[in-house]
């Protein structure tokens, strides 16, 4: 096993890509703690799982734009497991779709808060449990191509976490990694919200391997860069994408 005797921390563990980074870095042997916001149903089952099948886990709401929530969710991790190994900054999301002229402070304020800062506050508090390890952020392919219609906080939110992770990890190295995905269209809620149907189909007909992306394809990802199969890989943002962007 690759993670045999780590532990770890996946926010955003409750469904979708977060739920499958939590499964997959547990049966490489990882103890996990999933921090989910409403998704209690998914990481409670995920727990189940990976408890099942004699691993470690447990699940905990959480606010991650509240310290507070921040602090119970890292301690809780060190003290069950004895410290932080690999933390995954799976929480975010895009709230909704506005343009620049029809955006209020508030909107802005809050998409950067989900993203960004609570990508700061849960790495700084885990910095004080982490020796050694990996930092896996979940950045965007709209970090780099500027996102969809109405995306423009959204994207300015996931380029600033690929700017902290090529920042971080000059500062955090050697002892401890940090490199970050750029996820395109994965078949997740995020477009079962946000993205027309006709949208998917079109990028599955123009993707060179002509379909979206699986979670499994992502938690494969952060599967590798958490472990030591990439031990001389950090700062960089991996375009994850079906071939639709080259970087």
């Not at 995920?46 to 507070?68: H, N, P, S, W, Y």
Request: hydrophobic letters at 45%; charged letters at 20%.
């Amino acid at each position: 096993m690759k993670l045999k005797g780590k532990s770890a921390i996946v926010t955003g563990g409750g469904r979708d890509i977060g739920l499958a980074v939590a499964l997959k870095l547990a049966s490489e042997g990882a103890s996990v703690a999933i921090n989910y916001f409403s998704s209690s149903e998914g990481a409670d089952k995920a727990v189940e799982q990976i408890t099942a099948q004699g691993g470690r886990a447990f699940a905990m709401q959480g606010d991650l734009t509240k310290q507070a929530d921040v602090d119970a969710l890292v301690s809780k991790a060190a003290a069950d497991f004895g410290g932080v190994d690999i933390l995954v900054n799976n929480a975010g999301g895009l709230i909704s779709r506005k343009t620049i002229s029809e955006m209020p402070l508030d909107h802005w304020n809050a998409v950067m808060d989900l993203n960004l800062t609570s990508t700061f506050m849960i790495t700084k508090a885990c910095l004080a449990h982490m020796e050694t390890g990996a930092i896996v952020n979940l950045a965007s392919q709209a970090g780099r191509d500027g996102g969809g219609p109405g995306a423009v906080a959204y994207a300015t939110s996931k380029g600033a976490i690929m700017t902290m992770t090529r920042g971080l990890a000059k500062e955090l190295g050697p002892k401890i990694r940090v490199n970050a995905l750029c996820p395109g269209m994965i078949d997740t809620d995020f477009h079962n919200i946000h993205t027309p149907d006709a949208g998917r189909r079109g990028f599955e007909a123009a993707a060179p391997l002509k379909r979206q992306g699986h979670t499994d394809d992502a938690a494969n990802l952060v599967l590798f860069l958490a472990c030591d199969d990439s031990a001389f890989i950090t700062g960089t943002n991996i375009d994850l994408n079906g071939g639709m962007l080259f970087s």
